[in-house]
């Protein structure tokens, strides 16, 4: 079974309460499909099915190797590194 070797990387897990979308697709008036958020920083960037990957783009720009779904109901996060899928355990 596949691992994450960088689980200690993670420093935001929980999802913004309100995102008003991809943030550098917001500054160029580009448009996403669903949104990602970066468990480094916080960044919100959009998947690649949109047309900018602005989210594997940050990835590749500071190296932050994990992302999280950012869309409601979704609990599961990547590691570009280790190319694995994992979810996030729900609070009890």
Partial sequence: M????????IRIIDVPSR???CEECLKIGGEWVHLRMCTGCGT?????????RHATAHFQE???PVLRSA????RWLWCFID????????AK
């Fill in 2 to 9: 596949a691992t994450c070797a960088h689980l200690d990387t």
């Fill in 19 to 21: 995102i008003a979308g």
């Fill in 44 to 52: 919100i960037g959009c998947c690649d099915s949109s047309p900018h």
């Fill in 62 to 64: 500071t190296g932050h």
């Fill in 71 to 74: 869309e409601k109901g979704e």
């Fill in 83 to 90: 190319e694995v899928r994992f979810e996030v355990a729900q």
